[in-house]
């Protein structure tokens, strides 16, 4: 297995270039082409009375055409690959959607950890985006400026989410120099615990990985802190973990120990649904 195509999630308006530069170091590993892509909606019609009171103009349109073309220049200037080893996407549309359905043209998608704006029109929501597109996201926090990928944990949960994750993150794993596969159990499951992360190192090594594994119990402290502090004493980069969520009303929502890696992790995270 190999990654041949790297996505990158660009907001239209950002300056910081953190997410470029991670898609630029993993697809120099893997000698992969990158798609940059970015959407921005046109604002929804002003209605009263069932009367449209004010809808999107020329100039609006104008002016996104202007801002995702001036971005594509930014872009290719930022990701400092070859021509033909980069390309842009972009569309007037709903963001989420454009990048859902532009997803399928990648093997690994790469986008910031959290975005700021909350306006419908450009933001893409983490959490809907792992969950709806079918690959794996690697998010880069905003300390974050590369990823050599050499020093992997693996958050291990006998889940399917877990399963996948490891799956697609093997082309990473097998060219790491260590991978740490850690469980945190409660105290009566160390056992059978210990077998789960040993059959994952057996699988992993088969395919060249260098693996150690390691059993935690739940504590007070909660699972996501404990893993995160374990990937900091170990100078772990990249942390491989299932993304677990669900849909409801709506409203994409994800599980605790997800929501906590995402929002307190200071490395790169690597989550697959």
């Known amino acids: 297995m190999t990654i041949a195509t790297l996505m990158v999630y660009v907001d239209a308006e950002q300056q910081t270039e953190q997410q470029v530069h991670v898609a630029r170091e993993l697809a120099t590993k893997f000698g992969a082409s990158v798609i940059g892509v970015s959407a921005l909606m046109l604002s929804p019609p002003l209605i009263a009375d069932s009367v449209v009171v004010e809808a999107a103009t020329e100039e609006e349109l104008k002016s996104i055409k202007e801002t995702l073309t001036t971005k594509a220049d930014w872009f290719r200037r930022i990701v400092g690959l070859p ?3 980069v390309e842009w996407r972009w569309a007037i549309e709903s963001p989420i959607t454009f990048l859902t359905n532009q997803a399928r043209a990648a093997d690994l998608v790469v986008m910031k ?10 933001f893409v929501d983490p959490a ?7 690959r794996p996201v690697v998010f880069v926090p905003d300390n974050v400026t590369g990823l050599k990928a050499d020093r992997i944990v693996v958050g ?20 790491a120099s260590e991978v740490s596969i850690v469980e945190i159990c409660i105290s009566n499951e160390q056992d059978v615990a ?12 088969a395919i060249g990985a260098k693996c150690r594994t390691d059993v935690r119990v739940h504590t007070a402290e909660a699972d996501a802190s404990h893993l995160l502090r374990l990937a900091g004493d170990l100078n772990a980069d990249l942390i491989v973990s ?5 849909s409801r ?6 599980g605790g120990m997800t929501r906590g890696l995402l929002k307190d992790a200071s490395c790169c995270l690597m989550m697959s649904h």
Do not use: I
């Open 156 to 175: 291990w949960k006998d889940t399917r989410e877990a399963r996948v994750a490891v799956l697609q993150a093997v082309p990473l794993l097998a060219k």
């Open 242 to 246: 299932g993304a677990y969520g669900h």
């Open 249 to 254: 009303l709506g409203e994409w929502l994800f």
């Open 194 to 205: 210990r077998q789960r992360v040993n059959d994952v190192a057996k699988y992993l090594s």
């Open 83 to 85: 021509k033909e080893k």
């Open 113 to 122: 950890s959290g975005y700021e704006s909350a306006e419908p029109t450009h």
């Open 128 to 134: 809907e985006a792992v969950l709806r597109m079918g």
